[in-house]
């Protein structure tokens, strides 16, 4: 089983949609959690952290359910420069992350 | 402006043909990492060096070497290459660590496309 699982979609939405995906990882002990967003095979940039209680950032919002060990991220009002890969990321020790291989979503107008 | 470069950005090789890659960051950063991604996979991490002269194995290191003599360079150096190192290398710098939910934001570097014939 991959450390970390995520649908890679692609999630083809409208302009002005929502649209959410999640990612599962399978080390109960992980404590850090964070969505980066990349761009057409261009370098990963982080797009938030996911706190236990759940953040929001402008029109994203990312949610985190340790009991059944999955992360969320949900886009409201999509633009379309909000297409690209979502890359869920986790840690499994303080030198290691675990990348999921990402979602894409592609935002049409 | 602050940023992680790494040189080349692509390159063409043949087997056997010994290469490295360098990157560089000018944040002042302890922590350096090398991953690889490959299609349908997410990056997997390579190497990565805490600080100077400290550096360990991550979940693929076979076929590679880096050292860390310098805070700011973390060079990943293939001796011999083979096909199956055909893929995008990224390196990446952050703060260290303090454990646990204190991980900081990775700062990766434009990427190498790297071919082995």
């Known amino acids: 089983r991959k450390e970390v699982e995520q649908d890679p979609g692609p999630f083809n939405v409208p302009e002005g949609a929502t649209v959410a995906f999640n990612c599962t990882y399978s080390?109960?002990?992980?404590?850090?959690f964070f969505w980066y967003r990349q761009d057409c095979r261009k370098e990963p940039k982080l797009l938030m952290s996911?706190?236990?209680s759940g953040n929001e950032d402008g029109r994203f919002t990312a949610q985190l359910n340790r009991a059944s060990q999955y992360i969320s991220l949900l886009i409201r009002d999509s633009k379309l420069s909000d297409s690209a890969t979502y890359l869920c990321?986790?840690?499994?020790?303080?030198?290691?992350?675990?990348f999921g291989a990402g979602t894409t979503v592609t935002v049409r107008a | 402006e602050a940023q992680v470069t790494q040189n080349p950005r692509y390159l063409i090789t043949v087997t056997g043909k010994k290469l490295t890659v360098t990157c560089s960051q000018n944040?002042?950063?302890?922590?350096m990492s090398w991953y690889r991604q490959d299609p349908g996979l997410g990056l997997r991490q390579i190497y990565y060096?805490?600080?100077?002269?400290?550096?360990d194995k991550g979940d693929v290191p076979e076929g590679y070497k880096v050292s860390r003599k310098e805070k700011r360079n973390f060079p990943l150096i293939l001796e011999s290459p083979s096909p199956n190192q055909t893929s995008l290398y990224f390196c990446?710098?952050?703060?260290?660590?303090?454990?646990?939910?204190?991980?900081?934001?990775?700062?990766f570097g434009p990427g190498t496309r790297l071919t082995v014939l």
């Open positions: 990446a710098s952050s703060l260290p660590s303090s454990g646990g939910s204190s991980y900081n934001e990775q700062f």
């Open positions: 080390n109960s002990a992980s404590q850090s």
């Open positions: 996911v706190y236990s």
């Open positions: 990321v986790v840690n499994r020790d303080d030198y290691k992350l675990s």
């Open positions: 944040m002042n950063h302890e922590y």
């Open positions: 060096s805490m600080n100077v002269e400290v550096t």
